[in-house]
C-alpha cells in the first residue's frame, strides 16, 4: 500500500524556520515528482513546489528564495525547507508523488501555522 507521511508542521513565529519531512512507502518513489502543496483557510490548494528526478525543482514565486525542496531517493524522504515564514504561509503542508504510469498519491497534510 502506498503511503505518504508528512511531518515537521507547528507553530513558528513570523521570520522563523521549520523544516517538513515526508516519508513515502509501499513502491519505489525515485522516479516519481515530489511536490508540496499547500490549502490555506477558505482558499484553493496551491503547489508550492516540486522536484524531479533529474532532479529539476520549481517553486511558486511566493516562496522562491526562502523555500528550498529536496529528496533523499535511498530513503524514500522529500524534505521542504522553510526560511523566513510569514504569516500568509500559514495552510496544511501536503505531500504528492506522480508518476507518468503509477498515478498520484498525497499524505494527510501537516498544518504550519506562522503567527506571533
Known amino acids: 500500500q502506498v503511503q505518504l507521511q508528512e511531518s515537521g508542521g507547528g507553530l513558528v513565529q513570523p521570520g522563523g524556520s521549520l523544516r517538513l519531512s515526508c516519508a513515502a512507502s509501499g513502491r519505489i518513489f525515485s522516479d516519481d515528482r515530489m511536490a508540496w502543496y499547500r490549502q490555506a483557510p477558505g482558499k484553493e490548494r496551491e503547489l508550492v513546489a516540486f522536484?524531479?528526478?533529474?532532479?529539476?525543482?520549481y517553486y511558486a514565486d511566493s516562496v522562491k528564495g526562502r523555500f528550498t525542496i529536496s529528496r533523499d531517493d535511498a530513503w524514500s524522504l522529500v524534505y521542504l525547507q522553510m526560511n523566513s515564514l510569514k504569516p500568509e504561509d500559514t495552510a496544511v503542508y501536503y505531500c504528492n508523488s506522480w508518476h507518468r504510469t503509477l498515478g498520484s498519491y498525497w499524505g494527510q497534510g501537516t498544518l504550519v501555522t506562522v503567527s506571533s
Open positions: 522536484i524531479t528526478s533529474e532532479p529539476v525543482t
